[in-house]
């Protein structure tokens, strides 16, 4: 993956303060996966980090949410390029993955909800954005 050529990914961040105030504040960490090229970044995220793992290609950096943390996030996630500064970024509650946040944020995954919800969540993105909804995913 090329950084320069990251500015392809979601350029309408719109979304972004929306999702942070209404779907993240439950979460204790979020766990960041960074290609390792992406060293700028990787450097801005180690001070807040508390393990960084190589995994091949990638660097997998967990990060606690609190409330320093959280509003950084909030606030200074958004890349000049376009999209956001990192590749993906995982939240769990209770050992369940319920929050992904991909390709540097052009795939949004909320896990373990109803349909009533997953509306609601669906409306803090543009009306061009695709989504799908799938009953497995529910509790």
Same mark, same amino acid.
């Given at each position: 993956m090329s950084i320069e050529g990251k500015?392809?990914?979601?350029?309408? =961040?719109?979304?972004?303060?929306? *999702?942070?105030?209404?779907?993240? =504040? =439950?979460?204790h960490d979020v766990v960041i996966h960074c290609w390792k090229? +992406? +060293? +700028?970044?990787? +450097?801005?995220?180690? !001070?807040?980090? %508390?393990? %960084?793992?190589n995994?091949?290609?990638v660097k997998v950096m967990t990060v606690?949410?609190?409330e320093e943390n959280h509003t950084y996030f909030r606030n200074n996630s958004i890349? !000049?390029?376009?999209? *956001?500064?990192?590749?993906?970024?995982? @939240?769990?509650k209770d050992g369940d993955e319920r929050l992904e946040i991909g390709h540097y944020g052009s795939e949004v %995954?909320?896990?373990?909800?109803?349909?009533?919800?997953?509306?609601? @969540?669906?409306s803090l993105f543009n009306s061009s954005a695709t989504t799908h909804f799938y009953d497995e995913n529910a509790d």
């Open positions: 500015s392809s990914f979601a350029l309408d =961040t719109s979304f972004w303060e929306d *999702l942070w105030d209404n779907y993240t =504040t =439950t979460f090229e +992406e +060293e +700028e970044i990787i +450097e801005e995220l180690r !001070p807040k980090a %508390i393990s %960084i793992l995994e091949g290609l606690n949410l609190n890349d !000049p390029k376009g999209g *956001l500064k990192w590749f993906m970024m995982f @939240f769990n %995954i909320l896990y373990k909800v109803d349909e009533v919800n997953a509306e609601k @969540f669906v």
